[in-house]
């Protein structure tokens, strides 16, 4: 067994958006980390994802807006249509862009994840590395993983999405130690759809003109008696992401699992990305599902690479317990979102910047001692839980307005477009687009947009930066 150790550095377990973002951070602060990433090599899944108002002061603060702007597109509105291509609701967010500052932006997560393992030195990330468990005492943290090498840290980040090993061992470890975990957080999370999704190559802007159009044209169908909803998006490069959903809390799914592909529908077989036969995994009716921009979705099936084509679980959840001596979790690994309006990313973006702060106050450099770190985790816990639990209600209301197919969810649909005043939406937009909070350690970015004040950000007159 390989060991090993040095001046013991931040451990991060997990290279998505958010592991990567928290890589960053730490890079930019100067302090000493390793990113553990169990995939053997750079290979990210998804679809489309939307970065917002609340999150793009970072990318300005890190020098990485104009390249987040070319690998995006303005988001100006979706469309929401039944399976008749009748329109049945519009959301306009060109008029929010002088009280907001900022244009929502939609790219690929594929880009927006290559993006960010660039800022990232190779020799900090190590593919690879399936982490089998992870232990700790009042000194150190220690991963164990699955090539039989074992790693020192001072403190350890678990980003490894809904299914954390992380989450997993930390849980187990208190129980051992006789601290009650609640029950809610040993609980499974709960499965919204079954979803298959990817990103056509390039098409022709003759056969699709909507790819010429400089802005993102975002189209939800609502199927007609059917729990299925399919979506699209343009972004850069005259490409389309799309995604078919499966509704499995529809109160029409039970009668209509026959219209679904068996493996979707095994709860053992539940991941958060897979790519295997997800191209036969598309039942025909799927394929036949129409698209306001013209053709099917089969089309765009057709225009997909089988290496992007990917199938995955959307669930929900968020846990109680975040932290506990030297482990702290962010991301999918303590509050799981459906991925509307890129809740997903965004929110695990803002805990690595909300992290970072938590560990720029309470100045860990300096002061690795359990009781420091406790108090960096609380700061980090205070702050961004509120925020999950409020995104988590917002995640699931945008749900059933764009893609909702029970009774209630069409009679929420209604409401929304037709009888909630125009001045209680705006409201409810400019509230959410008030939180956004900055790295406390990079030169601060002038606030946008006429809805002032932000949601307040604790104070820090301790503008160095960390070294080791």
């Known amino acids: 067994m390989t060991s090993h150790s040095s001046r ?4 991060v377990v997990g290279g998505g958006l958010g592991g990567l973002t928290m890589a960053i951070l730490l890079e930019r602060a100067g302090l000493n980390y390793l990113v553990f990433e169990k995939s053997s090599e750079v290979h990210a899944l998804g679809s489309a994802t939307n970065l917002g108002p609340n999150i793009q002061p970072l990318f300005e603060q890190l020098g990485l807006f104009e390249k987040l702007v070319a690998i995006s597109k303005p988001s100006s509105k979706v469309d929401i249509f039944n399976e008749r291509m ?26 927006l994840h290559r993006l960010l393992l660039d800022q990232v030195p190779d020799s ?124 499995i809390a529809s109160s029409s799914v039970a009668a209509s699992f026959s219209s679904a592909p068996t493996s979707m529908n095994d709860p053992n077989s539940r991941a958060e990305w897979g790519t295997e036969e997800s191209i036969n995994s598309i039942p025909e009716t799927w394929r036949s599902f129409p698209m306001p921009i013209g053709g099917t979705m089969g089309d765009l099936v057709d225009m997909t690479p089988p290496k992007v084509i990917s199938r995955v679980v959307l669930e929900e959840k968020l846990y109680k317990t975040w932290f506990h001596g030297r482990v702290v979790l962010m991301g999918d690994a303590c509050h799981k979102m459906l991925p509307n309006s890129g809740r997903g990313a965004v929110n695990a973006i803002t805990d690595a910047i909300v992290l970072a702060n938590a560990l720029h106050d309470c100045q860990i450099t300096h002061d690795q001692s359990l009781g420091n770190l406790k108090a960096a985790f609380k700061r ?43 001045s209680f939406k705006d409201n409810s937009y400019s509230a959410m687009l008030r939180y956004r909070p900055q790295v406390k350690y990079l030169p601060r970015i002038q606030d946008r947009g006429q809805h002032l004040p932000l949601s307040p950000q604790s104070s820090s007159s301790n503008y160095f930066c960390w070294r080791p």
């Open 380 to 422: 980090y816990y205070k702050e961004r839980y509120p925020q999950a639990v409020a995104e988590l209600e917002r995640s699931k209301r945008m749900a059933r307005v764009v893609a909702g197919q029970t009774k209630f969810d069409i009679m929420v649909r209604k409401v929304f477009f037709a009888l909630l005043p125009k």
């Open 124 to 247: 900090k990330t190590l593919f690879g590395k399936k982490i089998l468990r992870i232990e700790q005492d009042p000194e150190k943290v220690t991963v164990y993983c699955g090539d039989g090498s074992v790693y020192h840290g001072s403190l350890l980040i678990g980003s490894d999405g809904a299914y954390s090993k992380v989450r997993r061992s930390l849980y187990e470890q208190m129980e051992a130690q006789g601290i009650k975990v609640p029950k809610t957080d040993t609980q499974n999370l709960t499965a919204w759809h079954r979803s298959i999704l990817g990103i056509t190559d390039p098409l022709d802007p003759e056969r699709y003109p909507v790819v010429k159009e400089p802005a993102t044209r975002y189209i939800s169908v609502i199927g007609d008696n059917k729990p299925n909803t399919w979506r699209c998006w343009t972004i850069p490069g005259n490409r389309i992401c799309w995604r078919m959903d499966h509704h």
């Open 86 to 111: 009748e329109q049945i609701g519009a959301i306009n967010y060109n008029e929010y862009l002088s009280k907001c500052g900022y244009e929502s932006r939609t790219m690929s997560r594929p880009d």
């Open 8 to 11: 013991l550095p931040v451990l």
